[in-house]
């Protein structure tokens, strides 16, 4: 696990300068450690009802998973203020900033060639199960 310290220095206290993007249960932040490797720290909004089922679920799938199309867990911060997963960084972004906020469309052979890829997960998660 890395601490809360390592985060808010990796982060540089989780600035705005450093904010990727906000979900449903938190927001993330682009860090640096002090190996030098490059994550994504997704925090969880504690205040919100399910947001410790959500780490808990989240830890559970994707440390069991490997897909080339889902990003690794590297590890995880937890203490009584924060709730945070540390992620495989993804320089170009997510995968719903491509298909819909990007400017550039994607053309119908490659939107296909991401629903089979993103198709054969749930061919995974059957198999883990």
Avoid at 18 to 41: E, H, M, R, W
Avoid at 60 to 65: C, N, P, Q, S, T
Avoid at 88 to 111: A, C, F, S, T, V
Wanted: hydrophobic content about 40%; charged content about 25%.
């Amino acid at each position: 696990m890395i601490t809360y310290q390592e985060l808010r220095r990796a982060t540089d206290n989780f600035s705005e300068s450093n904010f990727l993007g906000k979900g449903s249960f938190g927001c993330v932040y682009k860090g640096i450690l002090s190996d030098g490797t490059i994550v994504a720290v997704k925090v969880l909004n504690l205040e919100l009802e399910d947001a410790f089922k959500s780490f808990d679920a989240e830890c559970k799938v994707l440390r069991a998973m490997r897909h080339r199309n889902l990003v690794k867990i590297i590890s995880t911060c937890s203490n009584l203020e924060l709730r945070a997963l540390i992620l495989q960084y993804m320089p170009n972004g997510n995968l719903e900033k491509w298909l819909y906020l990007q400017n550039n469309n994607l053309d119908i052979h490659r939107r296909v060639s991401i629903m089979v890829d993103v198709a054969s997960v749930g061919d995974l998660r059957e198999k883990e199960e």
